[in-house]
């Protein structure tokens, strides 16, 4: 049964960092093009950063320079380090597999409940 499920969220303050993590089963990480997406409230789901199956990466143009993707395919964990957090970065954070596309929202079928990070100024 394919399951994603996301931690390491919270509140911090504007400057700070947080690592999100997210534990996988049912996939095969190492062959997968994995992603982190958010949604704020009132607006659209967007991609964040996303991890091919080569290690290339993609950012979304708001978190380049800040946001680090990375994957561990031993323990099927994804991550992402979030460092010099903005208010603006406050959403739910998701992690989805098998991405067709790098930080597209097209053919995601499969979602975790998401964790929260909340940056204050």
């Known amino acids: 049964q394919v399951q994603l499920v996301e931690s390491g969220g919270g509140s911090v303050q504007a400057g700070g960092s947080l690592r999100l993590s997210c534990a996988a089963s049912?996939?095969?990480?190492?062959?997968?093009?994995m992603g982190w997406f958010r949604q704020a409230p009132g607006k659209e789901r967007e991609g964040v950063a996303a991890?091919?199956?080569?290690?290339?990466?993609s950012y979304a143009d708001s978190v380049k320079g800040r946001f680090t993707i990375s994957k561990d395919n031993a323990k099927n964990t994804l991550y992402l380090q979030m460092n010099s957090l903005k208010p603006e970065d406050t959403a739910m954070y998701y992690c989805?597999?098998?991405?067709?596309?790098?930080?597209?929202?097209?053919?995601?079928?499969?979602w975790g409940q998401g964790t929260q990070v909340t940056v204050s100024s």
């Open positions: 989805a597999a098998d991405l067709l596309f790098p930080l597209s929202l097209y053919g995601i079928s499969k």
């Open positions: 049912g996939y095969t990480y190492s062959s997968l093009c």
């Open positions: 991890i091919d199956s080569d290690g290339s990466t």
